[in-house]
C-alpha cells in the first residue's frame, strides 16, 4: 500500500510569494495533520483536519491556512512568505478512534521549503 | 493537558553497545505513546507505540520501550547499537481527546561511534 506521499519534494520561492503544499493520505485515513519542522528542532503543530473540518490549529499566523479534500487530500497554503517559513513541513495522516487516542500518525517525507 | 520531556538532546554510543534514550510524560491520565525516528531529510518512521496492553513495548529494528507508570517514563532501549541506527529519535504523546493530536519531545540525536 501506497504510504503517504507529499508534493512537491523540494521548493524555493521568494520573500512576498505564496506557496501550497499537497498531501494525499494513506488510502482509508481519513485525518491528515501538518507539521512545520525548522531546521535542528523537532515538527510543530499547524493544523489538524479530520472529515473536511479543521480540528485543530498551533500557534501559526493567519498567512497559514489548510483544507481537505472529499478524497481526504489536503493543501498547505502559506501567504507573504518570510525567511523564517523556510523549514521541511511534513503531513502526516491516521485513523481515528475517537476516546483512544492509540492510532499513530503515518508520515509523509516532507516538503522542503526555502525562502530566499 | 499533557507534555513530553525528552532529558538528552545528543546520545553517543559505539557501536555494538545498549542505548537509552529517555522520555517522560506528564499526563492526567495514561496516554498513548509512541516513539519515531527521523533520519536526514526524511519523514518520521514510527518504532514502537504503547496503547496499555503491555508495559513492555517491542518495536522494529530491534527496539523496545518500558512503560513505568510510577516514574511517568517511556524510555527506548536497544542492547546493541548499530551504525544505521544514528538518527533523530522523537518521543510522542497522543490525546484522548482532541481528535488524537500529537505532542512531541523536543528529540534526542543518536550519534553511533565505529
Known amino acids: 500500500d501506497a504510504g503517504v506521499t507529499q508534493s512537491p519534494t523540494h521548493l524555493i520561492k521568494t520573500r512576498g510569494q505564496h506557496v501550497t503544499l499537497r498531501c494525499s493520505p494513506i488510502s482509508g485515513h481519513k485525518s491528515v495533520s501538518w507539521y512545520q519542522q525548522v531546521l535542528g528542532q523537532g515538527p510543530q503543530f499547524i493544523f489538524q483536519y479530520y472529515e473536511k473540518e479543521e480540528r485543530g490549529r498551533g500557534n501559526f499566523p493567519d498567512r497559514f491556512s489548510a483544507r481537505q479534500f472529499p478524497n481526504y487530500s489536503s493543501e498547505l497554503n502559506v501567504n507573504a512568505l518570510l525567511l523564517g517559513d523556510s523549514a521541511l513541513y511534513l503531513c502526516a495522516s491516521s485513523l481515528i478512534n475517537r476516546g483512544r487516542g492509540d492510532q499513530p500518525q503515518h508520515f509523509g517525507d516532507g516538503t522542503r521549503l526555502s525562502i530566499l | 493537558a499533557q507534555s513530553v520531556t525528552q532529558l538528552d538532546s545528543h546520545v553517543s554510543v559505539s557501536e555494538g553497545t545498549p542505548v537509552l534514550l529517555r522520555c517522560n510524560y506528564s499526563?492526567?491520565?495514561?496516554?498513548?505513546l509512541f516513539w519515531y525516528v527521523q533520519h536526514p531529510n526524511k519523514g518520521l518512521q514510527l518504532l514502537l507505540k504503547?496503547?496499555?496492553?503491555?508495559?513492555l513495548v517491542k518495536g522494529i529494528n530491534g527496539f523496545e520501550a518500558e512503560f513505568k507508570k510510577s516514574e511517568t517514563s517511556f524510555h527506548l532501549t536497544k542492547p546493541s547499537a548499530h551504525m544505521s541506527d544514528a538518527a533523530e529519535y522523537f518521543c510522542?504523546?497522543?490525546?484522548?481527546?482532541?481528535?488524537?493530536?500529537?505532542?512531541f519531545g523536543s528529540g534526542t540525536k543518536l550519534n553511533v561511534k565505529p
Open positions: 510522542v504523546a497522543s490525546s484522548l481527546y482532541n481528535f488524537n493530536k500529537f505532542y
Open positions: 499526563s492526567s491520565y495514561s496516554p498513548s
Open positions: 504503547y496503547t496499555s496492553a503491555a508495559t
